[in-house]
């Protein structure tokens, strides 16, 4: 009676955890209403994305997922990729905390006396986008937990910073754009411990110390988001996602091959923001806030790096199975298993 018993109290709990998720499938919640988490320990976490809200569905059934581990060994060289192509100029921004992730919000609006930053030339070419957000996502200084969302053979890094612009010439606004094919352009740039922080990144880690709790905002000025792309022209380039709810594919995604620098002290700066709106005798830090990584699902991972100056029948094929991704540091790194 005791087994029996113990069945019935398994598919009881089952049965109403299942008609708890229907429900919250059934309202209409938003990313704003919905409390959504990257704590994977949590109900919000990654894993019910797509169960707590309809409009977030492809969090779990969709293919075109983002971020993912990027082989080196399987990307195909393209000719035709051009340069990256991002105006430089200083602009206004909003950064803020929003529980889960420090955002830059762009003012783009006509009232703006500063000009637009758009991408004139990229992957997702004829298209022009222009930059609206800029997220961060960090690891831990202390637990020495990476951040990155992306993977490079398996490695994580500290952190990534991703920029993400909209499609001008379909599109009248970045809502829009979300839901919309072609919508998004997402450019990521790996973040990299080192001796002294990108010039720019230096500036918004001094600000972040602004936005310790959820809610707070600080004003940008004179912000200049081309300093944070790395010196290097080569890039490796996929279909993908956005990495939070509701996970649209919409979004070509351009990963630098080199990174950008950030020390110590810096990353750590970051690590004192939280997802609490108060001061609490427990801190929730918001970091580590990366999305887990997704399936490549045979998708194509495109690459202008052309490794070797002699032709041969691999480098005609588009295959380059020595290609070696530069953001890897040539030492022992434990990888992703």
């Known amino acids: ?51 707590v809200n309809k409009h977030w569905k492809l969090c779990t059934s969709g293919q075109l997922q983002s971020p993912i581990n990027i082989d ?26 929003t529980g889960q992730l420090p955002v830059i919000n762009i003012n783009n609006s006509l009232a703006n006396s500063m000009k637009y930053i758009n ?35 398996k490695i994580r890094y500290p952190a990534e910073v991703q920029m993400l612009a909209y499609n001008v010439d379909l599109y009248d606004n970045f809502t829009d754009a979300l839901t919309k094919p072609r919508g998004i352009l997402a450019i990521s740039v790996i973040v990299d411990i080192g001796k002294r922080t990108n010039s720019e990144l230096r500036k918004l880690s001094v600000a972040s110390q602004s936005i310790i709790y959820k809610g707070q905002s600080v004003k940008l000025r004179k912000l200049n988001p081309a300093e944070l792309l790395p010196k290097t022209l080569n890039f490796i380039t996929y279909e993908g996602s956005l990495t939070f709810p509701g996970c649209y594919e919409t979004a070509t995604w351009v990963v630098m091959n080199n990174p950008i620098y950030i020390t110590r002290e810096d990353l750590e700066i970051w690590n004192t923001i939280q997802q609490t709106e108060t001061k609490q005798a427990n801190p929730t830090f918001m970091s580590p806030n990366y999305r887990p990584l997704k399936p490549v699902n045979k998708r194509l991972l495109r690459t202008n790096i052309h490794i070797g100056g002699g032709e041969s029948n691999i480098c005609k094929e588009g295959a380059l199975p020595n290609l070696a991704y530069k953001v890897n540091p040539r030492r022992e790194v434990e990888k992703i298993t």
């Open 1 to 51: 009676m005791n087994v029996f018993k113990k069945r019935i109290d398994y598919y009881t709990i089952n049965a109403l955890f299942y008609c708890f998720i229907y429900l919250l499938c059934r309202a209409n919640f938003s990313t704003a209403d919905y409390p959504w988490t990257f704590d994977n320990d949590l109900f919000g976490g990654p894993d019910f994305w797509g169960l």
């Open 72 to 97: 080196p060994t399987v990307l195909l060289y393209d000719s035709n990729l051009k340069p990256l192509q991002m105006e430089s100029g200083q602009i206004e921004g909003l950064l803020k905390n």
């Open 119 to 153: 991408i004139t030339q990229s992957p997702a070419s004829p298209y022009n986008y222009r930059l609206q957000k800029i997220i961060f996502h960090t690891g831990r200084i202390d637990t020495g937990e990476k951040g990155s969302e992306h993977t490079i053979d």
